[in-house]
């Protein structure tokens, strides 16, 4: 990434960071004046961030008139101020048609307008859903790190069942008949049960089971389906991919042709810590004086963090206007993998960040957590200690942590083992196709949970990624080397040779792969009209 890129997704983030900040002071009462002519200068000068702050302001409105989304005080949202939110598309267009000249006198004042009226009820509404796991989770008492916000989140289109409802990156379960979806962008697509099909984007799709037919009907647009390890890319206007077994598909196109591709297994980013890489100068910024360059695990660098509170690596690439959006959101599945030396206490309430990026009750991290009974996002329950943590949200199933024991038992390590002074490869992986969300410990999987096939994840966003750190009250102690970030599942050979390559102090990944190229899918084949095909999934060969 260029200086000039670098500043521009930096100066986006804060920018973006600062709307939601003043969003929050104006429902809660305390902007003052200038805050408030601070947020109408943000939006006059931008239409992205009118759209965040419309979306978030709409998104706390409507949870406010929930039951769900209610503390429990008797009261009830004046009939007026439901009937103002009730259609927000309605309220966007009308938003969209004001003038150029940006001002709280004019029809963007409506969401602000509406704030001011909910907050005799709102605005303990709102504290209360901060400190509350996603609706239709469990209310948990969490501590002050955790952002519960429920930020904006990707649009991908809508039902033809329901046109005036927008769909977020969901799975569809199409028990029988068909299900009809167009996407923001104009794409038929055409869903026939049995299935399940993941609508992750609106101009991507994920095929479990089933079968799906997509058109293309607008010029310059595009869209592709995913099956295990092959993408088919669309490159004419309708075409049909439809499962056959767990590893074969069937490709079928009417108009045109598709080209069938598979997946580059390299990381979307690496971070080796060794001083001479443009790319990690070009992403990382370093904050405060306690980060310092040490000997390399593998290569020439590292990172030495020494738990000071002001130390965090900042990553400066990969972010998002709303959730679902930025180069480091996933869909089908992710991999979070580090090599590590550890010298954390495990006390009570002692964190050690590892990787995490924090967009409101869509996070991800991988850390050494010790809640002990504060909270409740443990997916399985384990016993309170001591853990190492990955926290994800799923579609459907909100955000939840694979908190492994570090108790020795199950082939799990002790905290003792793990804090020995030696370097120790960690992975933590999640795969829609197969629902394991799991932790690999030096080449191993030492625990998992298995969630229903199919799950999206939903994360991205706003907020930068971090190492070493969190809010300046998370800080790691000890090295971090080698991290790198994946929108797919490792195997688990895959992380073995990854582990055994650490060991004698090589790099993951050959070193003469250019780390400019980017790509994650190659060409395999062209598939036209009337040449039906069937590939395997995971060697991505057509079969006969």
């Known amino acids: 990434m260029t200086s000039d890129r670098k500043n521009k997704s930096r100066d986006s983030y804060d920018s973006a960071s600062r709307v939601l900040e003043l969003a929050d002071s104006l429902i809660e009462q305390t902007a003052s004046s200038d805050e408030i002519a601070e947020l109408e200068t943000l939006m006059s000068n931008d239409p992205n961030r009118r759209r965040l702050f419309l979306r978030y302001m709409m998104v706390h409105g409507q949870l406010a008139l929930t039951t769900e989304g209610l503390p429990q005080t008797g009261l009830t949202p004046p009939p007026d101020v439901a009937s103002l939110i009730s259609d927000p598309r309605a309220t966007s267009e009308s938003t969209s048609q004001s003038g150029e000249t940006f001002t709280f006198d004019n029809r963007w004042l409506i969401p602000v307008a509406v704030a001011a009226t909910l907050l005799v ?21 969490t501590a002050a790190h ?14 033809e069942t329901d046109r005036n409802t927008d769909l977020s990156p969901t799975t569809l379960t199409v028990d029988r008949e068909t299900t009809r979806l167009t996407t923001t962008e104009g794409t038929e697509v055409q869903i026939d049960g049995p299935a399940l099909f993941g609508a992750s984007s609106q101009s991507e799709g994920v095929l479990f089971q089933g079968s799906v037919r997509a058109s293309v009907t607008r010029p310059g647009t595009h869209y592709s389906i995913q099956a295990g390890g092959l993408r088919v890319v669309h490159r004419g206007s309708d075409f049909r991919v439809a499962t056959i077994s767990s590893d074969r598909i069937w490709i079928d196109v009417t108009d045109g042709e598709v080209e069938v591709q598979s997946r580059v297994r390299r990381p979307l980013y690496h971070w080796g810590f060794d001083g001479n890489d443009a790319k990690d100068v070009s992403q990382l910024r370093v904050i405060g004086d306690h980060v310092l360059q040490s000997p390399g695990l593998v290569g020439s660098g590292a990172l030495r963090f020494d738990n000071q509170n002001n130390a965090v690596v900042r990553i400066d690439t990969g972010m998002g206007s709303e959730v679902g959006t930025g180069e480091m959101a996933c869909s089908s599945g992710i991999s979070i993998e580090a090599l590590i030396v550890s010298q954390w206490s495990g006390r009570e309430m002692d964190y050690d960040e590892i990787f995490r990026k924090e967009d409101g009750n869509h996070r991800m991290l ?179």
């Open 121 to 141: 009820v709102v605005t303990e509404t709102i504290r209360f859903t901060r400190s509350s796991q996603p609706l239709g989770g469990s209310v948990a008492t």
């Open 146 to 159: 955790y952002d519960n916000r429920n930020l904006p989140i990707l649009v991908v289109g809508f039902l």
């Open 366 to 544: 991988l850390s050494l957590q010790n809640d002990g009974e504060s909270n409740d996002f443990d997916v399985p329950d384990v016993p309170p200690g001591p853990c190492l943590s990955f926290g994800l949200h799923l579609q459907q199933h909100g955000y939840s942590e694979l908190d492994m024991p570090l108790d020795g038992k199950e082939g799990r390590p002790t905290l003792a083992e793990l804090t020995d002074g030696q370097p120790h490869h960690i992975v933590a992986t999640y795969d829609s196709f197969t629902g394991r969300k799991a932790i690999y410990v030096d080449g191993q999987m030492r625990f998992s949970h298995v969630f229903p096939i199919g799950k999206l994840i939903l994360n991205g966003g706003p907020t930068p990624a971090e190492i070493g750190n969190h809010v300046h009250c998370e800080p790691f102690t000890g090295t971090i080397d080698e991290v790198a970030y994946y929108n797919f599942a490792l195997t688990a050979d895959e992380i073995a040779a990854h582990h055994d390559l650490a060991k004698l102090g090589q790099p993951y990944f050959p070193t003469d792969v250019d780390p400019s190229d980017r790509r994650q899918w190659r060409p395999v084949t062209l598939v036209r009209a009337g040449h039906p095909q069937t590939f395997n999934t995971v060697t991505g060969l057509a079969v006969q």
